[in-house]
């Protein structure tokens, strides 16, 4: 099972050109040695749920699968990718270990159920609007549909317009409702929706603070994106962390926790 231990779910947000896909593959392999941490490589081979028409997308069903291939056999790392329509289930299926329900589809029904039937773990990212006790009708989804397991994802609750908070409550609410993992989103959770020209804006200083605040009141994992140089990122470039960045992090994390556990 791939989240019955803490689990770091990292990746850029879109797949890009291989020497980027493999350079951040290949840091995440090297973290997960060196700090004894199981890691999920996350990219997008289409963001469909993009702003605006002219935002880049990625690669597409056919090309992004063959690059997660490629990284997959490079890194040794299982991967996560998202779905937003029930024919792709089956081709993603046969490349990643996860398949994720984007945000914004976590109440489409023939998209979680068909994930579940291809007897990948998946991963329901948590709406926006959602109250964690709705959660349970999802995850009951996902299994009905064959799911062999299932994690839910706290990406941050709309606050208004343009703004998401984190409910520290959440990670227990979901957990007692679910009973799956529930993992915390730290770059998504500090996206400013609609504040950058329309689109997506972000405060990437609020991730170190947050994702330790989760850890600590109890989230089960973690999922991040992270890129080299996220100014040059085609997607959520205001809200990912620098590579450079992830490792001081991911320690104060395991610091985190071990004073918890002692």
């Known amino acids: 099972m791939l989240f019955d231990r803490f689990t770091l779910i990292a990746g850029p947000c879109v797949l890009e050109d291989d020497d980027l896909n493999l350079r951040v593959a290949d840091e995440l392999a090297g973290l997960s040695s060196r700090l004894g941490l199981p890691v999920i490589f996350k990219a997008s081979f289409d963001k469909a749920n993009r702003s605006k028409m002219q935002s880049?997308?990625?690669?597409?069903?056919?090309?992004g699968l063959k690059a997660l291939e490629r990284v997959g056999r490079e890194s040794g790392l299982p991967l996560l990718t998202d779905v937003h329509e029930p024919a792709?289930?089956?081709?993603?299926?046969?490349?990643?270990?996860?398949?994720?329900?984007?945000?914004?589809?976590?109440?489409?029904?023939?998209?979680?159920?068909?994930a579940g039937s291809t007897g990948r773990a998946v991963n329901v990212k948590k709406g926006q609007w959602?109250?964690?006790?709705?959660?349970?009708?999802?995850?009951?989804?996902?299994?009905?549909?064959?799911?062999?397991?299932?994690?839910?994802t706290?990406?941050?609750?709309f606050f208004g317009y343009g703004d998401l908070v984190v409910d520290m409550r959440s990670f227990l609410r979901v957990r007692e409702a679910t009973e799956v993992s529930v993992i915390f989103d730290g770059t998504h959770s500090v996206q400013r929706p609609g504040r950058a020209e329309g689109s997506s804006g972000g405060n990437p200083e609020f991730i170190?603070?947050?994702?330790?605040?989760?850890?600590?009141a109890g989230c089960d994992s973690l999922f991040l994106e992270v890129?080299?140089?996220?100014?040059?990122?085609?997607?959520?470039?205001?809200?990912?962390?620098?590579?450079?960045?992830?490792?001081?992090?991911?320690r104060e994390v395991q610091a985190i926790r071990e004073a918890i556990a002692g």
């Not at 299926?93 to 994720?100: C, G, I, M, S, W």
């Not at 890129?227 to 991911?250: C, Q, V």
């Open 56 to 63: 880049p997308r990625g690669p597409g069903l056919e090309e």
């Open 88 to 114: 792709q289930a089956l081709a993603v299926a046969e490349v990643v270990d996860v398949l994720q329900i984007p945000a914004f589809l976590c109440r489409q029904t023939d998209l979680v159920v068909a």
């Open 130 to 152: 959602m109250a964690p006790e709705e959660m349970a009708a999802v995850v009951a989804k996902a299994r009905e549909g064959g799911a062999v397991e299932v994690a839910v």
């Open 154 to 157: 706290e990406r941050g609750i």
């Open 208 to 216: 170190r603070p947050l994702v330790r605040g989760a850890v600590a």
């Open 227 to 250: 890129h080299p140089e996220p100014s040059r990122a085609p997607s959520d470039a205001t809200n990912m962390l620098p590579l450079d960045h992830l490792e001081p992090l991911l």
